[in-house]
């Protein structure tokens, strides 16, 4: 079993977030996925939590729900990055199901995105960041322009990843600093600050991450326990 799912189960059962938290998504006309921790129209369908509506669901009839899953298996975008993906988790450590689900939640899997606040490209990096983790050659290239590089982003942001989570030890927080900065963790004693925005951040790419390892394991992990010599007990 690999060591990450160990890993995602202590942080899922760390968040401070309600269990009645949701993960909605859809894809669009142009074949890009979005996400959000909300119903944000009615083209959104829930992908992941409980509905107020569940009880009226006919049993196995759920492909509303898993729609996006299976875009994020299956979309030309997602499958061509796969070379990518599998290059950033070998040479860094971290699973490729991580991965998309941050693209996924960042970015759609968009390599052209550009936020306001300057972050780019399928991981949403900002020029800074892009600079603190280049290699000598990624370097020669003004960091705006090689974040437009869907290889290139995204082997920073594993390499940024993989920093971040042998940094502070979990994958909740190391997405928390991500999301909030690494200096807002550290004042909040290395733990999940307490902003609704990071919070929900979080819990969507963890809500998303656990789908896809769901979707890849053998059905025999799925009953997998976790028991950590930290706490003494199960979480």
């Not at 074949?31 to 509905?51: C, F, I, K, P």
């Not at 996006?68 to 975008?77: D, K, Q, R, S, V």
């Amino acid at each position: 079993m690999r060591r990450h799912v160990c890993a995602l189960a202590v942080a899922l059962a760390a968040l401070p977030i309600a269990a009645g938290a949701q993960l909605w998504g859809y894809v669009d006309g142009a074949g890009v996925a979005h996400v959000a921790s909300t119903q944000v129209d009615s083209r959104y369908h829930l992908v992941m939590g409980e509905s107020t509506a569940s009880a009226l669901r006919v049993p196995g009839k759920t492909d509303g729900a898993r729609g996006l899953i299976t875009w994020l298996e299956f979309a030309p975008e997602v499958k061509s990055l796969q070379p990518v993906l599998r290059e950033a988790a070998r040479l860094h450590g971290v699973d490729i199901e991580l991965l998309k689900a941050v693209i996924a939640v960042e970015s759609g899997f968009n390599p052209r995105v550009v936020s306001p606040r300057g972050a780019i490209g399928l991981m949403q990096l900002t020029p800074e960041t892009a600079d603190r983790y280049a290699t000598r050659a990624e370097a020669k290239r003004p960091a705006a322009e090689r974040l437009l590089d869907p290889r290139i982003n995204v082997l920073t942001g594993a390499r940024m990843l993989a920093d971040l989570t042998r940094r502070f030890g979990r994958i909740d927080v190391a997405l928390a600093a991500w999301n909030a900065g690494e200096g807002t963790v550290r004042k909040h004693g290395g733990g999940m600050p307490p902003i609704a925005e990071t919070q929900a951040h979080v819990h969507l790419v963890l809500e998303l991450y656990w789908a896809l390892l769901q979707n890849n394991l053998p059905r025999g992990a799925h009953q997998l326990q976790v028991h950590t010599a930290a706490s003494g007990s199960a979480p």
